[in-house]
């Protein structure tokens, strides 16, 4: 069963750091192109940023709202995906999930948009 | 950017009736790379149309895509109690970003 299971959510403080993860299992994850997706409580779905996988050069994206605080990355060793988060705002809080495309496992590109998500882990940042 | 407007903001309907969403991008978006997702409270979002009009797998055929350029539509031909939900459109590829959100509510 393909299965992401995001860990590590918590309360921080203004200007803290919070690092999460997702354990992926059920799928060849060193192929897989990962992303992280937040929603703010009562709030729409707002893309945070995406990883390659390495053979297609492990690049990064990321939304312009976390871009130079937040850091993606992944140890395909484990099989995690992580979600570094620095200098964290006090509208960071949000639900984080992690998501995957399997289409890039069969064809090699994003054809499906986002068809697998984990439960989403709760980060709130507040003083 | 492309940003991804989704109107109605509610839509009030009952069982049985149809819902019209519509996704309108500020700039023309390819067709392969527009998605909508299903969420319901607590949950994580649920993949239903890729490709602006391909169903993802196990989606009832009550829902469908269409649209091409800066125009996308989600059609759910019959509302069953559990198509009451709020409902996504997203850009991928290349790009990636959601759009505000349309939720369907019980009339």
């Known amino acids: 069963e393909v299965q992401l299971v995001e860990s590590g959510g918590g309360l921080v403080k203004p200007g803290g750091s919070l690092r999460l993860s997702c354990a992926a299992s059920g799928f060849t994850f060193s192929n897989a192109w990962m992303s992280w997706v937040r ?29 130079g605080r937040f850091t993606i990355s992944r140890d395909d060793s484990k099989n995690t995906l992580y979600l570094q988060m620095n200098s964290l705002k006090t509208e960071d809080t949000a639900v984080y999930y992690c998501t995957t495309d399997s289409s890039v496992l069969w064809f090699g590109e994003s054809l499906y948009g986002m068809d697998v998500w984990g439960q989403g882990t709760t980060v709130t940042v507040s003083s | 950017e492309i940003v991804l407007t989704q109107s109605p903001g509610t839509l009030s309907l009952s069982p049985g009736e149809r819902a019209t969403l519509s996704c309108r991008a500020s700039q023309s978006v390819s067709s392969s790379y527009l998605a909508w997702y299903q969420q319901k409270p607590g949950q994580a979002p649920r993949l239903l149309i890729y490709g602006a009009s391909s ?36 850009q991928y590829g290349s790009s990636l970003l959601f759009g505000g959100g349309t939720k369907v509510e019980i009339k």
């Open chain 1, 39 to 67: 929603q703010a409580p009562g709030k729409g779905l707002e893309w945070v940023g995406r990883i390659k996988s390495k053979t297609d050069g492990g690049t990064t994206d990321y939304a312009a709202p976390v871009k």
């Open chain 2, 55 to 90: 169903r993802a797998t196990g989606i009832p055929d009550r829902f469908s895509g269409s649209g091409s350029g800066t125009d996308f539509t989600l059609t759910i031909s019959r509302l069953e109690p559990e198509d009451f939900a709020v409902y996504y459109c997203q």
